[in-house]
């Protein structure tokens, strides 16, 4: 089970894993489950941190009165292997004794990128941790948090695209489209050439594909549509569905909006990840002083930022292969 994954992006803190086994069932009450410092994790509040984690339609799931339906089962609480959320506590606690030691509180820049960093979602806590944990990152690394001005200045140095408004002529063969590129520059209307050539549904149209966004055309046929000269057909371009002579007719300008800020926030976050994962790394392992789990329900791992979880397992933080959201002058990738 993962909760929380930080999507190079994406994306930007890795999952937090759960190690597979039943839940403890011969634990004392009250004895600490886990420690960080002088604060005890009891078993109590695990058992509250795990109820709180389950959607309450699946604690209580709603029955069908038709008998052909199967009966919901609801989900026991103690059936859950427990060390999700001694991870999620330890983390938790780990990274906000540290951010309360060091005078630094969560902006609503910081949430926005733990927001960015988490599965779409995510429960409002997850995306805290998240945050405060790229915020601990940011003061432990020698990079300096991205700043609203930082995110101006991206903006002008890598502009965003709006509409671009275009034709094509598509045919079957590069020779075809070599032809009627020949015919538009001995002066042929493109439209009407469109009309007479193309073999695409736009042909009645003249080739007239209206204005689009950016990630509306295969990848081929956008670079060559945003490479292209406003009113200039480019050279034959091959796509899966044939081959086009492109024309742009014009290129409408982006709004510098909200969503424009977003995607600079998230293009200059993805460029620190690996430097952030780097210095969260080294607080983790920093922490194995810090940090006790009773033997019954684990062991803390520093370097791996878990409980009783197997070598190789990346650390509940800043991963480096988050995947990123997507940039000025990329398309969005495909599902």
Known sequence: ???????????????????????????????????????????????????????????DPPQSEDPNIPTATAVDPDT????????????????FDELETRGIQLSEGDLLNGEFLTAPGSPDDVIR???????????????????VEDLDQWLVD???VGNTCVSHIIVDTEEDAIAALAQLEAGADF?????????????????????SAPGQ??????????????????????????????????????VLDESAQ????????????????????????DSEDDVTVDPRYGEWVPDQGIVALPPGADPPGIDATVPTGPTITDPPPGP
Do not use: K
């Not at 859950?80 to 990274?95: A, D, G, N, S, Y």
């Not at 055309?217 to 569905?241: D, H, K, L, R, Y």
């Not at 977003?262 to 392992?285: G, P, Q």
């Open 1 to 59: 089970m993962s909760r929380l994954r930080l999507l190079v992006l994406t994306a930007l803190v890795s999952a937090f894993a759960l190690a597979c086994g039943s839940a403890t069932t011969d634990a004392i009450s009250g004895s600490p489950v886990a420690s960080v410092n002088s604060t005890d994790l009891s078993e109590d509040e695990l058992q509250a941190r795990i109820i709180e984690s389950i959607p309450p339609e699946a604690l």
């Open 80 to 95: 859950i292997p427990p060390q999700e959320e001694i991870t999620r506590w330890i983390v938790e606690q780990l990274v």
């Open 129 to 147: 941790t998240s945050a405060g944990q790229i915020r601990l990152a940011y003061a432990l690394s020698d990079i300096q948090q991205p700043t």
């Open 158 to 160: 890598n502009p965003p």
């Open 191 to 211: 439209a009407t050439l469109a009309m007479e050539v193309s073999v695409g549904p736009s042909a009645p149209a003249g080739g007239e594909l209206g204005c």
């Open 217 to 254: 055309f295969v990848p081929e046929f956008e670079n060559a549509m945003n490479e292209a000269e406003i009113g200039v057909p480019t050279a034959p371009v091959e796509s899966q569905f044939g081959w086009h002579v492109i024309l742009v007719t014009d290129r409408q300008a982006a």
């Open 262 to 285: 977003e995607i600079a926030r998230r293009t200059i976050l993805a460029d620190d990840l690996e430097t952030l994962r780097d210095a969260y790394l080294e607080f983790l392992i």
